[in-house]
């Protein structure tokens, strides 16, 4: 027998955690496969590529004996799909091996850079969020005009121009010429006597000291990096609200709104947008995830020590204990963006609470 | 008019941007840097380690040089000499087997710890117990971890004796404990650090224990070191407080920063970004020739490089006056010996330059008139990517087809070493300040076989010499440095025109340094770039 449900709205809230638990359970699938599968990609293309990587690791100029017993240590001369059950023995546990270049477990090395580019990766993203959402919106609802053109001309600047280039031209121009901001780097020398990074949060790190003038210095440093992520990020948002925005106001519950006398402000911002949100998620989230993976040119101009310009470097000296780490952390990064987004949807659109 | 039509939130917005951009505009421009301090721009991301039994990297031999001491030293001003450092005094037995040293009086640490013979030996037991990449500069003189505590003990507090296991040349044994990983480190202040036998390794990876005119005092990954003048050092004290190394690794950035006055020194300068600093009035340049030199060679496995007058013909199918003024301009200059400038038995002659008929000539007399097809393996970067396809054009004069196969640099190292290429290009660097780190390199093969493991780069391209590889052996024992010094010219004049080695150039550092700098100078090696002499 079973006791019927008494409260409704009980019911409907146990109804939308099992809903959350089947979405979570089914993305923690999928997200171990497509692991497993990024860690064999990764792992063949690191083993098949003709570098001895005894000799990464030991260098040109070590005794054989010395390259031999590296050789066995890291298990090279077994067959590889043993290697591979080894590696992931390792990961497992927790154990992506130690990074050739540095010495480091890799695991220590991504702490050390993950902060840096997540702090730049958060505040450009924000940057991209702010400007490019309204610029969309306005774009979308003066189609055609003046606005529309300017927005339609950012985004394509933001998709060819080089970054590199708009980056090396942002520090002439602010920094050399306007002395707006300073220059490359994340702080200013005169703070390492009284600046200590605690998180890698260098922003954040500054709060916690309650040290202002070192915040403002930082600000002045991660500003000009960051507008240049927001700048690409919004080019991209904007473009990408703009059209979901064309298709939202051409639906029919905007032609019933306008008859019910709704104002026109009322509709584009409340209605439209709020729907027209729900995709929007996943494409801010995307363009986060892909911030964070490091943008390895913008690091290199700013000198900002980020994963990107640290995967960079470990791929150009075979370190593929660096690399494989670094992907792996990249993938879940992805997949843990991706299921806040899917999260963040349930969270916008009610239809998704029912089944 | 378009204001009064959007949603209040919206407008909110904007002001907040407006906001924002007037907190940007209003952050000042940034002063120079603090005059108590020296800020140097420096691609330093090859830093792994701070500990000198392990560290091999260019970088960390700059900051050693500034902050370890060492039983002797290079002489800057003549670096084909040595000068004492903490010994006062040393002899050398008449066997050519035992060093003994005197230190100086009251030596300090930078902790204040006494610096005694004690810590000249634990350091020399603690590199060869280690054994990291650097411990063969020292373990070729016979060290092994079960005979160091014998060969190189503290008799008494000042008196240090080294025992090698061969009658070395002594400038052969001096020059190697110049070497970043003769440092002498702080016994009683590591032993607090150990952790499982390491000799305090995992700590002095990010510690410091040495006793130079500068300290280190912070080690930041990709990001800073920060130097700090040590009052403990025995000599005269630094000028400076500190000295910051900022990690900058883009050329035109480090220009910015120099140009604005926010660093003092750039160091990795591209030449057209150090064409353009020297236009500024602010800004001057210093220079030095280092120990990397570039060459390509030839594999002796390929039938047709094997043959004598083809070796010969190839020097005469390069370029050089051009690679010289287009492709390695301010970063090197031509130079076609085996041994830098400034080391010891150092030889300059330059007998190649591009000659194209002579050239035929020789490849004529080879049986080969109408040439022949080669590849090269050749690294993707610059200026050796530029100088393959220099190469290759002035081959082509001749009839010599040159192909050219790209490759990251270990995958070229890989097939190098495997002694699979035709030709390869690349760079040799010293790995010690003695004429030997390249003379055995370059001129000595003991074994030629395949599964020879003295991979020589002589070896590597089958060069099979039993007689020069005596030679070079010989002149390691040399006694008498004006004697070892004619024994390695020899030896360059020997190969010049048979060696497999077609050598191109010598490479140049180049700072960019503000005006109000004094005193910089870069020395002939990595590790003398000296910058606790310098002023402001």
């Known amino acids: 027998m079973t006791i019927p449900d008494i409260n409704p709205g009980s ?37 098949v590529i003709p570098i001895d990587p005894a000799i990464a690791i030991v260098g040109d100029r070590a005794p054989a004996h010395v390259v031999e017993r590296v050789r066995e240590e890291l298990g090279l001369n077994l067959p590889l799909y043993q290697q591979f059950v080894l590696y992931v023995k390792g990961v497992l546990q927790g154990d992506f091996g130690n990074s050739v270049l540095t010495t480091n477990p890799v695991m220590a090395d991504i702490r050390r850079v993950f902060p840096a580019t997540m702090e730049l990766a958060t505040f450009g993203t924000l940057i991209g969020a702010v400007f490019g959402i309204p610029l969309g919106v306005l774009a979308a609802v003066k189609r055609g005009s003046l606005i529309d053109q300017i927005v339609r001309i950012i985004g394509l600047i933001g998709y060819s121009v080089p ?40 922003l954040l790190d500054a709060i916690l000291q309650n040290n202002w003038d070192a915040f403002r210095n930082i600000f002045s440093f991660i500003i000009l990096p960051a507008s240049l992520l927001g700048y690409f990020s919004l080019a991209y948002i904007s473009r990408m609200t703009r059209s979901f925005m064309l298709n939202e106001l051409e639906q029919e519950y905007v032609i019933t709104a306008r008859a019910k006398g709704l104002s026109e402000t009322r509709i ?28 390895v040119l913008t690091e290199t101009v700013f000198s900002w020590p980020g994963l990107g310009s640290y995967i960079t470097n470990s791929l150009q000296n075979a370190d593929m204990n660096a690399v494989l780490g670094g992907t792996i952390v990249i993938g879940a990064v992805f997949i843990a963006v991706n299921l806040l987004s899917d999260l963040l949807y349930r969270a916008l659109d009610p239809r998704t609470r029912k089944r | 008019m378009f204001m009064q039509r959007i949603n209040p939130k919206f407008r909110l917005m904007l002001s907040g941007a407006a906001l924002s951009a007037l907190v940007f505009s209003s952050i000042p421009a940034l002063a120079e840097t603090p005059p108590d301090t020296l800020v140097e721009a420096f691609a330093i991301d090859d830093v792994i380690t701070l500990d000198p039994a392990e560290a091999f990297e260019l970088t960390m031999g700059e900051i050693n040089g500034n902050t370890y001491d060492k039983l002797v030293r290079l002489d800057v001003n003549d670096p084909s000499k040595i000068v004492a450092d903490l010994a006062e005094s040393w002899t050398v037995s008449d066997d050519g087997l035992t060093y003994t040293f005197k230190l100086k009086q009251g030596l300090k640490f930078a902790s204040g710890n006494p610096l005694t013979a004690e810590d000249v030996a634990y350091s020399f037991e603690r590199a060869i117990k280690l054994d990291k990449s650097p411990a063969f500069i020292l373990t070729q003189f016979g060290l092994k971890p079960d005979n160091v505590a014998e060969k190189a003990k503290a008799t008494d507090p000042s008196t240090f004796v080294f025992t090698v296991d061969q009658a ?6 001096l020059n190697c404990l110049t070497s970043t990983v003769a440092s002498v480190v702080d016994k009683k202040l590591i032993l607090e650090h150990v952790v499982n036998d390491d000799f305090g390794n995992a700590w002095m990876k ?3 224990a040495g006793s130079g005119p500068m300290k280190i005092r912070d080690w930041r990954a990709n990001e800073i070191i920060v130097l700090e003048r040590n009052d403990n050092y025995y000599g005269e004290k630094a000028p400076l407080t500190r000295v910051i190394y900022r990690h900058v690794k883009e050329s035109a950035a ?16 591209e030449p057209n970004d150090l064409e353009q600093v020297t236009k500024n009035s602010d800004i001057t340049t210093v220079s030095a020739p280092k120990g990397t030199i570039y060459y390509f060679s030839l594999n002796q496995k390929n039938e047709n490089l094997a043959k004598p007058e083809v070796r010969q013909a190839l020097k005469y199918l390069v370029d050089y006056d051009a690679i010289g003024e287009k492709l390695i301009k301010g970063i090197g200059e031509i130079h076609q010996t085996f041994l830098p400038k400034n080391i010891l038995g ?27 097809t080669v590849t090269m393996d050749v690294r993707n970067n610059q200026p050796v990517t530029g100088i393959a396809e220099s190469v290759q054009q002035s081959f082509a004069q001749a009839g010599v087809k040159l192909e050219i196969i790209p490759g990251d640099g270990k995958q070229t190292l890989t097939k190098f070493r495997a002694r699979t290429h035709d030709m390869y290009i690349g760079q040799w660097g010293v790995d010690y300040w003695d004429p030997h780190s390249n003379a055995e390199t370059f001129t000595s093969n003991p074994d030629n076989a395949d599964t020879g493991t003295n991979k020589t780069l002589a070896w590597r391209n089958a060069w099979d010499v039993p007689e020069l590889t005596k030679e070079t052996r010989q002149a390691l024992l040399e006694r008498d440095p004006e004697k070892r010094a004619t024994m390695y010219q020899d030896l360059q004049r020997k190969v010049l025109e048979t060696s497999p080695f077609v050598m191109l150039f010598q490479q140049i550092e180049v700072a960019g340094v503000r005006a109000n700098v004094k005193n910089l100078k870069l020395g002939p090696s990595f590790d003398t770039n000296y910058v606790f002499n310098v002023s402001k």
Do not use: C, M
Not at chain 1, 176 to 191: E, F, H, M, N, Q
Not at chain 2, 168 to 173: E, L
Not at chain 2, 254 to 269: F, P, S, T
């Open chain 1, 268 to 295: 584009i911002w409340a209605h439209a947008l709020r729907n027209a949100a729900v995709p929007l998620v996943t494409v801010i989230a995307l363009s986060y995830a892909g911030l964070l993976e490091g943008s």
């Open chain 1, 163 to 202: 970054i590199f280039w708009l980056g090396l031209l942002g520090l002439l121009l602010f920094y050399a010429k306007l002395g707006w901001t300073s220059g490359p780097g994340r702080i200013d020398v005169v703070y390492e006597y009284t600046f200590t990074p605690i998180t890698g949060f260098y």
């Open chain 2, 254 to 269: 480090q220009r910015l920063l120099l140009e604005k006055g926010d660093i003092d020194i750039a160091r990795n300068l």
């Open chain 2, 346 to 372: 150092q030889l300059d002659e330059k007998p190649f330059k591009l000659d194209v008929a002579k050239a035929k000539e020789l490849l004529e007399k080879a049986g080969l008139k109408d040439g022949f």
């Open chain 2, 168 to 173: 070395y040349a002594p400038s052969f044994v």
């Open chain 2, 206 to 208: 990010t510690a410091y």
């Open chain 1, 11 to 47: 019911g409907r809230s146990g109804a939308w955690a099992s809903t959350f638990a089947w979405a979570l359970g089914r993305f923690l699938l999928i997200g171990a496969i497509t692991f497993l599968g990024l860690l064999a990609v990764t792992f063949f293309i690191g083993r």
